[in-house]
């Protein structure tokens, strides 16, 4: 891989997500990780973050100039590059001027490596204080800014190169000529991480990993755990079941979809539809506190879910018939990369013991996890499921909660209120989608104010009826998020449906909150 040292940017992933987009894989490391054991990975090549400290700060992290002597190509990109010029007896100091945001160059040698057939003309996206005041020996300087005299400097002998800027992020007009320029001609990498080697690689990975096994995977009807189990499926047939809990709580038509789409696209993988919904509504009546709803609906899920796994498990033999574990278990999860990387990196497959006593599961048995999407980012996970053929309702499907309607119902949770939402959610959907809006808006739930009435008039008559409120939202991850400006006719047309076609609602009205202070989902 091309190793991304992570000097406490925000940048890093983004790093190695453009690299990826330049068809060579790449990972990040802490820069923490002693560089005997960077260089164990054999990288192709090393990409130096930027990051938040000064050089010469006591306690800043420092870069262990072995990492520069290992003869492996190294590109520093802000503060890795100052980090490189301070390690090799350049000099990187505070000018006192700070460069942030785009920025022009003042002077570029296009007959660089780095920088070849690129114009003076562009913006590059800087954010520091501190420059390199003067390029270490051997090295050439290859770009200067009003505020960097050193910009971008080289050694194409030691294959060697950085750069003061971020070429990563899109305001860097020309960034990423700069990555592919290091990465195919500095480094002499061939582009060949493809979305068809993804698979290939996984599925023999998946082989390896679980054998003769029989392995599961709970299907949520999202893209993550869909394309997890058909990378399984597509490595060990039917040696893996999806099980599919329906809580009752999903949109309209939602689990006959799933169940279709997923059957259709895995030819035909084996798929256990559990239909709990008398359990959790059981469970949650009379239950109108958000978190006690979350609580119910998720300790329901599972001792369902174990239910299930132990039928299956039994009915393939890995438990006996005294109920005691005969081999280990494979449970397939579609953890994606992002998560692997913030939970601080560990390699290989963990070992997790699942939640005793409630679905029947014996204590002596253990489950190891099947992680395929472990190195994906999002966009690539998506690739992958539209390569292995599954249709794009599943592929672009935007997120649904575990806890589904159970939590945009605001007040108890009844099969009545229940219907009506779904009837007001699927003509709200329906609409958005009509009006090409489904990649543009993250989500758009549709909460019941189940508790709330108001006097309307419908026909002839006075009603009194229910508000529902449409929570528009445009995202990048649902950490932040901000209501999207849906057009009037679009508005429009859903509440004139809504109110015509589903009886019980006379008001639809439209939540204006950004996140933060309001969440996405109203419980
Ligand atoms: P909030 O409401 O916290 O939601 O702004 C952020 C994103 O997470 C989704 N969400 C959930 N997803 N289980 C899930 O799988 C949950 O319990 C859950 N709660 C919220 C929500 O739809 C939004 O995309």
Not at 19 to 47: F, G, N
Not at 301 to 319: C, H, K, N, P, W
Request: charged share 25%; proline share 5%.
């Amino acid at each position: 891989p091309v190793l991304v040292v992570d000097f406490g940017a925000q940048y890093a992933q983004l790093i190695a997500r453009r690299v990826r987009e330049a068809d060579v894989y790449s990972e990040v490391v802490p820069h923490t990780m002693p560089v005997q054991e960077i260089l164990a990975r054999k990288p192709l090549a090393i990409i130096l973050s930027g990051g938040p400290s000064s050089v010469y700060e006591p306690g800043a992290p420092r870069l262990d100039p072995a990492l520069l002597e290992a003869g492996v190509p190294v590109l520093g990109l802000c503060y890795g590059f100052q980090s490189i010029a301070a390690a090799l007896g350049g000099t990187a100091a505070e000018t006192g001027v700070r460069e942030y945001g785009a920025t022009r160059l003042s002077a570029l040698d296009s007959a660089s490596v780095l920088l070849d057939g690129q114009d003076l003309e562009q913006n590059v996206w800087m954010s520091h204080g501190d420059c390199v005041t003067e390029a270490p020996a051997g090295f050439r300087v290859i770009a200067t800014s009003s505020a960097s005299p050193v910009a971008a400097f080289e050694d194409p002998e030691r294959r060697i190169y950085g750069v003061q800027w971020h070429p990563e992020v899109g305001h860097s007009d020309r960034g990423q000529e700069v990555l592919r320029n290091f990465l195919y001609r500095g480094a002499g990498i061939e582009p060949s991480w493809t979305t068809g080697n993804v698979i290939d690689e996984q599925v023999t990975r998946i082989r390896e990993q679980i054998g003769e096994g029989t392995a599961i995977c709970g299907l949520s009807g999202g893209v993550d755990s869909a394309v997890a189990a058909a990378l399984v499926q597509r490595a060990i047939g039917d040696r893996l079941t999806c099980v599919y809990v329906d809580h009752g709580l999903m949109r309209q038509d939602e689990s006959a979809q799933i169940e279709k789409a997923f059957g259709e696209s895995t030819g035909g993988a084996k798929l256990v539809v559990v239909d709990a919904e008398e359990q959790f509504l059981t469970a949650l009546a009379g239950v109108t506190d958000p978190e006690q709803k979350r609580k119910i609906i998720g300790r329901e899920f599972i001792r369902t879910f174990e239910q299930a796994q132990a039928d299956i498990l039994r009915a393939s033999g890995v438990i006996d018939a005294e109920g005691h574990a005969e081999a280990k278990a494979f449970l397939v999860q579609g953890t994606l990369y992002p998560d692997v990387v913030e939970s601080g990196g560990g390699e290989g497959a963990a070992n997790i013991k699942s939640h005793h006593n409630v679905g029947g599961l014996p204590e002596d048995l253990s489950f190891e996890l099947v992680e395929p999407l472990r190195t994906l980012f999002k966009d690539e996970v998506r690739a992958v499921g539209h390569e292995l053929g599954l249709p794009d309702e599943i592929v672009w499907r935007q997120p649904f909660p575990g806890p589904g309607l159970g939590i945009r119902i605001i007040g108890e949770v009844t099969k009545d209120r229940l219907d009506i939402l779904r009837a007001a959610d699927a003509i709200a959907r329906e609409e958005l989608t009509a009006a090409g809006l489904d990649r543009e808006i993250w989500q758009c739930p549709v909460v019941l104010l189940a508790e709330v009435r108001s006097v309307g008039v419908q026909g002839d008559g006075r009603t009194y009826g229910h508000p529902v409120v449409l929570r528009p939202v445009t995202s990048d991850d649902a950490m932040t998020a901000d209501w999207a400006k849906v057009p009037y006719e679009v508005l429009g047309r859903i509440s004139t449906r809504i109110t015509n076609e589903v009886r019980e609602i006379n008001r639809v009205t439209l939540d204006v909150t950004s996140k933060p202070p309001g969440t996405i989902e109203w419980e």
